[in-house]
């Protein structure tokens, strides 16, 4: 059985195409349903133009969103409570559309409330595979960092009471993405660079893994040769362009592949201490070199070259009990080590094995 | 502006996928619209496995095609009359919908029939951009050759009474791709050959055109390594795979990009002469050192590796006025012409340089 995958209904990719926003969502207003909420990361509220060129209309609903922490289901419903108070003082039922302009947190944020919308309950009662009954309403992804490929998967990875774990569902895709490189031109440097690598290092893992095709192959090789000209060569006017769509890419490739270590052990990171996807994984690949030789030399050319100083010693100050905990989370996740070590990987990444790598870190 | 592109809603990947078809259909029909219309290519007719193999239900209607000559508009409106006829007789306002089995010619019949039935009058007078007014029925396609890249376009060419011309639209595009790569196993290996090229040499036109941006271009150059690695390396278990989605990947690369001198002196070929798209398409390419050197060079090499006799002279029997229609067909396409020679295109191909070109094929 392969999975026949929901793609994300209409892609615009263009420098300047986010001026189209308010012509494309249009198309998406009716009589009965006219407003659209716009989740946005509140980094763009100070200072920042693009809060001016929002395409805002009288009745729209404009809720800014705080990603310092990762995304938590409790967020999710608080949200998602604000928009139905906000629809019902507007006497309407439900709003035309979600517009989620930022990165990987802000676009999981606005898919998920697009489904809360529709389904009754917590975020967290549909947190695990296609739990998700009724289709959400309309949602659109304006990226404004690129790496995580949230664009174009169909999960929304949440924080819960119990567990860190996607809505993943057909109904999670976009139904629109609008792809404009300058969008992202002012990231902070470090934050591309991490949120880069969580691009690099997923196309490492689906590509040495054992669950690939030539689907997926082909989405992953053209990604990771996008993230080497975008962060081994030098800056070219479209490198933003470029590493937008190596974003785009390494989404798609997920479609027949899987993530392998760095993902699982920065799962367990994430889990105990906070640590974000993104500079998780890179702190994570680092000491990865028996798994990924090629890749982490590559890696660690890259973080020369872009001037960057790892975080190091983040488990230096951690229990033993924590370290059990970051080891339960990880070998949890076992699709991912069984792409990354084969059928066996129970004999090769032992618990004593995973323990000594945290330490390391 | 840029576009907006509608993508194909559902896309499945892998060998033997097509024993999924059956499940998949199953979501499409209601129970006001039961019955599915298989459009297959008639060369599966006789002895070949595939014909067996169709999921065809009690009352479904299965069409074969014949596509020896490039699709007619009156073909399509010939079809789409059995199709309407079948489901009178079946006491059925519409069939749940129509999938084309097949190379290029037979997934342009299909999306050209799914439009029809839902849209009145002839498709002749839908050929050009964004005429159609109604959605068309569910349809889906399954690819049986690949490198056209009709699996995922928004046109449906047809040669009507008075022009060869694409219905352009948003409702043209499949809702559903089945992605087997076992099914073009079987094809003959000059028709392989040829329907490669035409996804090659679309890669070289769009790779070198003034209309090009890094959507298109991530996607053209993987098209395009994947055709080196296919027509130009031994063969390997999953060199069908990788033409699968050379062609998927060339499709996708047009959304910003498009087709030059080839493609242009192509359609004249064909408009006079009859002679098949993917094969007009590298009988001209050959006579093109001057405009794609590089691209020439390695079609040669991919000529040769693959063993392949080029057809020589067919315009030697054409008289002027043929070739002058040849010219005046070609340069009709003034985008093709600008992207491959930009804003002045005119003062650098006159009517006597392409006359002089068309008579050396």
Chains 1, 2 share one sequence.
Not at 105 to 122: E, Q, R, V
Not at 199 to 206: P, R
Not at 257 to 267: E, F, I, L, N, P
Request: hydrophobic share 40%; proline share 4%; aromatic share 8%.
């Amino acid at each position: 059985m392969f999975r026949n995958f929901k793609t994300v209904k209409r892609i615009v990719f263009g420098r300047g195409c986010f001026n189209q926003l308010d012509d494309i969502l249009a198309a998406q207003r009716t009589a009965e349903c006219p407003d659209m909420v716009f989740v946005v990361d509140d980094v763009f509220k100070k200072g920042k133009p693009l809060q001016e060129r929002l395409p805002l209309h009288d009745e729209d609903l404009l809720l800014w969103v705080n990603v310092d922490d990762e995304p938590k289901t409790k967020y999710v419903d608080q949200l998602t409570a604000e928009v139905r108070k906000a629809m019902t003082e507007r006497r309407r039922h439900l709003p035309a559309g979600v517009i989620g302009i930022g990165g990987g947190s802000t676009m999981d944020l606005a898919k998920a409330i697009s489904l809360m919308l529709t389904n009754p309950g917590s975020s967290a009662d549909y947190q695990g595979w296609d739990l998700i009954q009724v289709p959400a309403v309309y949602h659109a992804a304006v990226p404004t960092l690129s790496g995580t490929g949230a664009e174009v998967s169909r999960t929304t990875v949440l924080t819960g009471p119990e567990k860190k774990l996607g809505i993943n569902s057909d109904h999670t895709v976009f139904d629109q993405m609008v792809l404009d490189p300058e969008l992202i031109a002012d990231a902070p440097r470090e934050q591309r660079f991490y949120t880069g690598m969580d691009c690099y290092i997923h196309c490492v893992e689906s590509l040495t893994g054992t669950y690939l095709n030539a689907f997926s192959q082909a989405y992953g090789e053209k990604s990771l040769a996008l993230c080497q000209e975008v962060f081994l060569q030098a800056d070219t006017p479209d490198s933003d362009d470029k590493l937008m769509m190596a974003s785009y890419f390494g989404g798609m490739s997920i479609a027949y592949s899987q993530v392998g270590v760095a993902h699982a052990m920065s799962y367990g990171l994430a889990f105990v201490l906070g640590v974000h996807h993104g500079i998780g994984n890179s702190i994570v690949f680092d000491y990865l070199d028996e798994f990924y030789p090629q890749g982490v030399a590559e890696f660690r050319r890259m973080l020369e070259r872009q001037g960057i100083d790892l975080p190091r010693g983040v488990t230096a100050a951690s229990s033993d009990a924590q370290i059990d905990t970051m080891v339960n989370v990880a070998l949890m996740l076992h699709p991912l080590w069984e792409n990354a070590l084969g059928k066996d990987w129970q004999q090769i990444m032992t618990r004593e094995k995973l323990r000594d790598l945290y330490r390391r870190m």
